[in-house]
Nanobody
Framework: QVQLVESGGGSVQAGGSLRLSCAVS????????MGWYRQAPGKRRELVAH???????NYPDSVKGRFTISRDNAKNTVYLQMNSLKPEDTAVYYC??????????????????WGQGTQVTVSA
């Protein structure tokens, strides 16, 4: 019913850049906030960035000034431009979206769905 498909991960050296993309598809009724999260081995999943429909963004201090989130509302797609990557940015990156989708009978929350994730590995 709903799919979130991330792409763009890979392996880079410290200081390098990557651009992640995530497309949300299905019987989407509305999307409010879109966000990127990451999870490193042995650690909890953490918020990396989120962006509202109106373009308001929020970042934790760990990525502020290095990462930029953007979205294409017409395509239900969110992007994450990651610059000046550090080894501590190594993780599986996931996207998530808050909003509603239709089952044909009911409206359900999009936030319950996650993509498969994309691996980002930054070497020193």
């Amino acid at each position: 019913q709903v799919q979130l498909v991330e792409s763009g991960g890979g392996s880079v050296q410290a200081g390098g850049s990557l651009r992640l993309s995530c497309a949300v598809s299905g019987s989407i009724v509305s999307i409010d906030v879109m966000g990127w999260y990451r999870q490193a081995p042995g650690k909890r999943r953490e918020l990396v960035a989120h962006v509202t429909t109106g373009g308001i963004t929020n970042y934790p201090d760990s990525v502020k000034g290095r990462f930029t989130i953007s979205r294409d509302n017409a395509k239900n797609t969110v992007y994450l431009q990651m610059n000046s990557l550090k080894p501590e940015d190594t993780a599986v990156y996931y996207c998530n979206a808050e909003g509603l989708y239709s089952t044909g009978t009911y409206l359900r929350k999009l936030g319950d769905y996650w993509g498969q994730g994309t691996q980002v590995t930054v070497s020193a």
